[in-house]
């Protein structure tokens, strides 16, 4: 059973940092791309950055700069360090992967931008 929980939201300022995680289990997690999605109220759910199993990156061009996506396959987790946030950064934030055909999502964690 392929399960993914993320972890590390919170409430952080303006300027802030946070680095939020995802654990994944019942997949070969080195063999995966992993993806970062958010959505905020009343939005649809955005692809925020992807890391391929050989580590390459790509970001949406609103978090450029300012996020960085990693991974441990060793830990079968994917982070994402979030720095100089900004209020419209504010989102559940969901972790996705595809096995087998199928699409993957965690329950997601809120991530709350403001002062």
């Known amino acids: 059973q392929v399960q993914l929980a993320e972890s590390g939201g919170g409430l952080v300022q303006p300027g802030g940092s946070l680095r939020i995680s995802c654990a994944a289990s019942g997949i070969v997690f080195r063999r995966n791309i992993m993806r970062w999605y958010r959505q905020a109220p009343g939005k649809q759910r955005d692809l925020v950055a992807a890391i391929t199993p050989g580590a390459e990156a790509v970001y949406a061009d609103s978090v450029k700069g300012r996020f960085t996506i990693s991974r441990d396959d060793a830990m079968s987790t994917v982070y994402l360090q979030m720095n100089r946030l900004k209020p419209e950064d504010t989102a559940v934030y969901y972790c996705?992967?595809?096995?087998?055909?199928?699409?993957?999502w965690g329950q997601g964690t809120q991530v709350t931008v403001s002062s």
């Open positions: 996705q992967t595809r096995f087998e055909l199928r699409t993957y």
